[in-house]
């Protein structure tokens, strides 16, 4: 069975540095997608940044990239330049097998605190 | 402009009630889905649907069940709530020509006494 772990229940930086969160997965299909969620204290979950597994590019989405390591089954999200409104949950996900039900399975969650 | 809604922000219920939650799209939408959100377990999927009148179990569906009758609508149903139920709510719905991305409602917190 496919999981997704985040091993960083809470993390915190200070304003305009960089910080990364981290994500492994286990399975042991060859094409898949890797999602990060942002879950502000306002709780409407959000898409940051998603990528596909047979793409050997990192995907990156202005300040937001991520570190794809498919070999390691890592996928690691760097937040650079922080600002205080990236304080949030983050989620990590995966998307469950080749088929159209969109079927996701999400991390525990990792707590960004942004320190001004 | 994309958007899910869910039928209540807040909600709180007595041991034994049949609560329902209801969830709408606008987006026409295959799949939708149900998710409760505790901390440290992240979120778990109750039921999804990928059809009108078509669902599938999760991986915790026991004491609840789901009704898609309209497209844009799917509703969870608690039979008898108790207090292990007591939880965040969270809907969401994805097509496949969406890139598998999904919206999510801004959740209902659903406390059991």
């Known amino acids: 069975a496919q999981t997704v772990t985040q091993s960083q229940p809470e993390m915190s930086v200070q304003e305009a540095e960089t910080v990364t969160l981290s994500c492994t997965y286990d399975?042991?299909?060859?094409?898949?997608?890797l999602f990060w969620y942002k879950q502000p204290p306002s709780r409407q979950m959000i898409l940051v940044i998603r990528?596909?597994?047979?793409?050997?590019q990192n995907a990156t989405e202005n300040r937001f990239s991520v570190n794809f390591q498919k070999a390691a089954k890592s996928f690691s999200l760097k937040i650079s330049d922080s600002q205080l409104g990236d304080a949030a949950m983050y989620f990590c996900?995966?998307?469950?097998?080749?088929?159209?039900?969109?079927?996701?399975?999400f991390g525990q969650g990792t707590t960004l605190q942004v320190k001004p | 402009d994309v958007k899910v809604t869910q039928s209540s922000r807040y909600l709180v219920k007595r041991t034994g009630e049949k609560v329902f939650l209801e969830c709408v799209q606008d987006?026409?939408?295959?799949?939708m889905f149900w998710y409760r959100q505790d901390p440290g377990l992240g979120l778990r999927l109750i039921y999804f649907?990928?059809?009108?009148?078509?669902?599938e179990k999760g991986d915790i569906p026991e004491g609840y069940s789901v009704s898609r009758e309209k497209k844009e609508r799917f509703s969870l149903i608690l039979e008898s709530a108790s207090t292990n139920q007591t939880s965040m709510y969270l809907c969401?719905?994805?097509?496949?020509?969406?890139?598998?991305?999904?919206?999510f409602g801004p959740g209902t917190r659903l406390t059991v006494t």
């Open positions: 969401a719905s994805t097509d496949p020509g969406s890139h598998h991305e999904q919206y």
């Open positions: 399975t042991s299909e060859s094409d898949y997608y």
């Open positions: 990528q596909e597994a047979y793409k050997q």
């Open positions: 996900a995966y998307k469950v097998g080749s088929g159209n039900t969109g079927k996701l399975i």
């Open positions: 987006m026409d939408h295959e799949n």
């Open positions: 649907s990928y059809d009108v009148k078509m669902k």
